[in-house]
């Protein structure tokens, strides 16, 4: 069974900075796309950015140049570095992860969400 685990959320005043970082566990023998997702209250979910295995990554128009999304392959986590946070970015954002587990079945797991909150 595969399981993400997100950690790093929290308050910051806009303009600030914060990481977030989801390590995937369990039998996988290969882990394909990496993603963050947000949903704001009353909103529906929403693409945030994702990184392919070759490393090639894609951004929402609305984060680029702030956020850097970035994973490490030894560890299976990914990470998503945020930069110039504004009230906007609040929300519950969740790691998605795509492979494929020790049966060579394919997968789509989702962390738990972790909460970010800008405000002063």
């Known amino acids: 069974q595969v399981q993400l685990v997100e950690s790093g959320g929290g308050l910051v005043q806009p303009g600030g900075s914060l990481r977030l970082s989801c390590a995937t566990s369990?039998?996988?023998?290969?882990?394909?796309?990496m993603a963050w997702y947000r949903q704001a209250p009353g909103k529906q979910r929403e693409f945030v950015a994702a990184i392919i295995s070759g490393g090639r990554t894609n951004y929402v128009d609305s984060v680029k140049g702030r956020f850097t999304i970035s994973r490490d392959n030894a560890k299976n986590t990914v990470y998503l570095q945020m930069e110039r946070l504004k009230p906007e970015d609040t929300a519950v954002y969740y790691c998605n992860v795509q492979g494929r587990d020790y049966r060579w079945i394919s997968f789509n797991a989702w962390g738990q969400g972790t909460q970010v909150t800008v405000a002063s």
């Open positions: 369990g039998s996988i023998i290969r882990i394909n796309d």
